[in-house]
C-alpha cells in the first residue's frame, strides 16, 4: 500500500512518485538476490546518483537539490521500503558529504562538493574504531603534521562503503587533548596507504560492504583538513544528529515494508474459516505494527521539521532514530510472526527485514547511546 | 532540428479500465492517467537525437485538463516545451479527427523536421494516427521502427516486421513511429523535475486552430461503438501434476494446441 505522504511541493511529490516508480521497477526486483550473494548494486546507486538523488539535501550552487529534510528522509524511506542496503547507502553517502558541505571553506566546497555530490561519487564516514565504537572520542588514529600535509596512521572499522568508495571523510587525532584533539579530513579513496579489510559476515545488509579501512602512512595534503584542528569530534557529532534522521528514515521503510507484507498476507491468508487478520490476535498485532510505523515517521518528520527551521534537534534526532529503529526490530519481529512458517523461510522477505532491522539499533549510536544523549539534554535542562 | 514527440494521457493500463455507460468512451474518471508508456520510447528517441547535436524538442498533446501531465513528464524527461490542445468539443474524437486536430497543431508549430510517435497508445491501441497525420501533411510516414539515425536531411530506419526487417529510408520532413524495442526510457532526474517548471507550454483550443468544433467530437466520429460487452473472467486453466510424465503431458497439450 503506498504511503500518502505530506510533502511542501509539487515539484517533491513528482520527486517521491519517481523514486517510488524507480524503486518498485529496478530496486525491488533486485534485491533479494543481491542480498543473497552480498552483491552491492553499484550500478543501481549510480542511476539514483544520477537521477539527482546523492546530492539531495544540498546546496544548489554546488549542484545539490537543495530539498528540505523531510522530502530528503521521505525519499529514503521510500527507498528503504523495496531495499534498505541502498536507502543505507544514500545515507551514508549524505552523511559523508555533510562535514565539508558544513564546515569546509568556501573554496574548498567548490573544489569537491559539485563531484561528490553529483552522482558518480561514493563516499564513507571513518568515525569507529576496534577499540572506539560508542565512545568514538577514544579513537587512536593520528595525523602527524609534516610540512603542508599530515601523515595518517591507524586503523577505522565497520566503515559502510569501505573499498568501494571515491572519498573517506576521516576523523584522526591530531593532539592528546581527548575530544578537543580530533580532526576531520578528507581523503580520496586513491591515496597510498589506503588499504582495506575484507567484507564483514554480517547478519543482515549483507549487500552492503562493511570493512576495516587501514591508513598507513597516508599522505592528505593540508588543505584536506576539514574545519578547524581540533574542531572534528564536533563536526563528527553534527553530521550524526543528520546521519541519525536518516537512518530513523530508513528504519521507517524497513517497518512499513514488513508490515504491507504482513497485511498483505494476513487479509489471503485462511485459518479456521477465515482470512487470520479477522483474528483479532492477528488484526490487533497489525495494528499496533501500522501505530509503531507512523509514529516513527512522525517523530523523524518533527526532527526534519526542527531542522528545516534551522533550530537545534540533537534530542530530537536522537529520540527519531531510538524508536524509529525499536519499532523497526519490533515491527519485523511481528511480521514474520504473522506470516507464520513461511515468514521464517527466505522464500518470503520478513525474515531479511527482520535481520536488517537489528542493525538499526546499532550503529551511528546504538540505542543506548542515543539514551545517553537524550538523558544528558535532561540533565542539562535542570542547570 | 525541430522534433515533436506526439504523446497522450492514458488511464494506467495496470488499473481496471472501463467505459463511460452513457457513450462508450474511455472512463477516465477515477483512474489514475499517465503518459502513455510507449509514447515514451517516442520521447526517448526525440532526446537522444537532441543529446546528439542541435535539436529542439516539442511535445506534442490533445486531450482534456489531466493530459498536461503526459507535457509535465515529457518535459521533466527532457522535452524543451509543450503544446496542449484542449477544447470540450474534442471529447469523444475518433482517430480521423485526432489526426485532423494533430496536423492542424503541427501545421501550427511550423518548421517542423521529425515528428516522433509511439507504436500505438495503450488505451485505444489502433497504431493509425501517425499513418493519418501524414496523409494530412503529405510527409512520408515509416512505421514500427526499431532504430533509427537522422543525418544531411534524411531519417534511415529499421523497420522490424514479424518475417524480416526493412531499411527503410525517407527525406525528413518525417512522420515516424517507434517500437517499444527502440531504447530503454530514461527516468526524469531531480533537476529535470525543477527545470520543467519553467518550460512553456502553449495550450490551444479548436478556435485556435481554426477547427470547426462540429467536424470533431464523439457527434462527429464516423464510427460508433453500440455496445461494450466485459470480457469474460479468465477461466482456472488447465493444471497437469507431474507424476513422472509432467514433460510428455506438456508437450502433447502444446502440440494439441499447434504451438510446436
Ligand atoms: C553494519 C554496520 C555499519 C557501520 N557503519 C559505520 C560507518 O560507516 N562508519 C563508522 O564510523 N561506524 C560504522 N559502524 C560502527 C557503529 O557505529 C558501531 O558499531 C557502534 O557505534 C557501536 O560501537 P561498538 O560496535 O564498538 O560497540 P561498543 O561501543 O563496544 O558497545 C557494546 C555495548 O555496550 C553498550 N554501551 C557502550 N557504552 C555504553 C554506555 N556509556 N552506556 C550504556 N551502554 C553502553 C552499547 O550500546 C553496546 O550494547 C557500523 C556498524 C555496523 C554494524
Known amino acids: ?383 | 532540428m525541430k522534433i515533436v514527440a506526439l504523446v497522450k494521457h492514458v488511464p494506467d493500463a495496470t488499473a481496471e479500465r472501463t467505459f463511460d455507460d452513457a457513450d462508450h468512451t474511455t472512463d477516465r474518471t477515477g483512474v489514475d492517467g499517465l503518459l502513455s508508456e510507449l509514447d515514451e520510447y517516442a520521447i526517448e528517441s526525440a532526446l537522444t537525437v537532441a543529446d546528439g547535436g542541435d535539436a529542439e524538442v516539442v511535445a506534442l498533446t490533445m486531450g482534456p485538463s489531466g493530459a498536461a501531465d503526459a507535457i509535465k513528464k515529457a518535459l521533466q524527461m527532457g522535452a524543451d516545451s509543450g503544446v496542449h490542445i484542449s477544447d470540450d468539443a474534442l471529447h469523444g474524437s475518433d482517430a480521423p479527427a485526432t489526426a485532423r486536430v494533430l496536423a492542424a497543431a503541427l501545421r501550427r508549430i511550423g518548421d517542423v523536421d521529425l515528428v516522433l510517435t509511439g507504436m500505438a497508445s495503450t488505451d485505444g491501441g489502433m497504431s493509425v494516427v501517425p499513418a493519418m497525420l501524414a496523409e494530412h501533411l503529405d510527409l512520408a510516414h515509416v512505421g514500427f521502427v526499431g532504430e533509427f539515425s537522422v543525418d544531411d536531411g534524411t531519417v534511415r530506419c529499421r523497420r522490424d516486421g514479424d518475417t524480416a526487417s526493412e531499411s527503410v529510408e525517407a527525406a525528413l520532413p518525417a512522420i515516424v513511429s517507434v517500437t517499444d524495442q527502440i531504447n530503454e526510457p530514461r527516468y526524469p532526474s531531480f533537476k529535470g523535475i525543477m527545470a520543467a517548471k519553467k518550460k512553456p507550454v502553449e495550450t490551444l483550443s479548436l478556435a485556435d486552430l481554426d477547427i470547426d468544433p462540429s467536424t470533431v467530437g464523439l457527434a462527429a466520429a464516423t464510427s460508433v461503438v453500440d455496445e461494450v460487452t466485459k470480457r469474460p473472467e479468465r477461466t482456472q486453466g488447465e493444471i497437469v501434476t507431474d507424476e513422472g510424465d509432467g514433460g510428455t503431458r506438456l508437450v502433447e497439450y502444446l502440440a494439441a494446441q499447434k504451438f510446436v
Open chain 1, 1 to 383: 500500500m503506498p504511503v500518502e505522504r505530506v510533502v511542501p511541493t509539487p515539484e517533491a511529490r513528482d520527486l517521491i512518485d519517481l523514486v517510488g516508480k524507480i524503486a518498485d521497477r529496478d530496486l525491488a526486483p533486485a534485491a533479494a538476490a543481491a542480498e543473497e550473494a552480498a552483491r552491492y548494486p553499484r550500478e543501481l546507486v549510480r542511476m539514483l546518483g544520477r537521477t539527482g538523488l546523492l546530492g539531495l539535501p544540498y546546496d544548489e550552487e554546488f549542484g545539490g537539490g537543495a530539498q528540505p529534510y523531510d522530502v530528503y528522509l521521505q525519499v529514503l524511506e521510500e527507498l528503504a521500503a523495496r531495499w534498505a542496503t541502498v536507502a543505507l547507502s544514500v545515507s551514508v553517502h549524505g552523511l559523508s558529504c555533510w562535514p565539508l558541505a558544513n564546515y569546509g571553506s568556501a573554496e574548498q566546497r567548490k573544489r569537491w562538493l559539485p563531484d561528490m555530490i553529483g552522482g558518480e561519487q561514493l563516499g564513507a564516514y571513518c568515525l569507529s574504531e576496534p577499540h572506539a565504537g560508542s565512545d568514538a572520542a577514544a579513537m587512536s588514529t593520528r595525523a602527524v603534521r609534516d610540512g603542508d600535509s599530515y601523515v595518517l596512521d591507524g586503523t577505522k572499522a565497520w566503515i559502510t562503503h569501505g573499498g568501494i568508495a571515491d572519498f573517506y571523510s576521516v576523523f584522526a587525532r591530531t593532539s592528546d587533548d581527548g575530544a578537543r584533539g580530533i580532526s576531520c579530513f578528507l581523503v580520496p579513496a586513491d591515496a597510498d596507504g589506503l588499504t582495506f579489510g575484507a567484507a564483514e559476515h554480517k547478519m543482515g545488509l549483507t549487500a552492503s560492504p562493511t570493512t576495516i579501512v587501514n591508513l598507513d602512512g597516508v599522505r592528505v595534503a593540508a588543505e584536506r583538513r576539514i574545519g578547524d584542528e581540533g574542531a572534528g569530534f564536533g563536526i563528527a557529532l553534527h553530521a550524526l544528529d543528520a546521519g541519525r534522521v536518516g537512518v530513523a528514515a530508513v528504519a521507517t521503510g524497513l517497518a512499513q515494508a514488513a508490515l504491507d507484507e504482513a497485511a498483505a498476507y494476513a487479509r489471503q491468508r485462511e485459518q479456521f474459516g477465515r482470512p487470520v487478520i479477522g483474528h483479532q490476535g492477528v488484526g490487533f498485532t497489525l495494528a499496533d505494527m501500522a501505530a509503531s510505523v507512523q509514529a516513527a515517521r512522525a517523530l523523524y518528520l518533527a526532527a526534519a521539521q526542527r531542522r528545516d527551521r534551522g533550530l537545534g534537534y540533537r534530542q530530537q534526532a536522537a529520540v527519531a532514530k531510538l524508536v524509529a529503529t525499536d519499532n523497526a526490530m519490533k515491527v519485523t519481529t511481528d511480521a514474520v510472526q504473522v506470516l507464520g512458517g513461511v515468514g521464517y523461510t527466505r522464500d518470503f522477505p520478513v525474515e531479511r527485514y527482520f535481520r536488517e532491522a537489528k542493525v538499526m539499533q546499532i550503529f551511528e549510536g546504538t540505542n543506548q547511546i542515543q539514551r545517553l544523549v537524550i538523558a544528558r539534554d535532561l540533565e542539562r535542562f535542570g542547570e
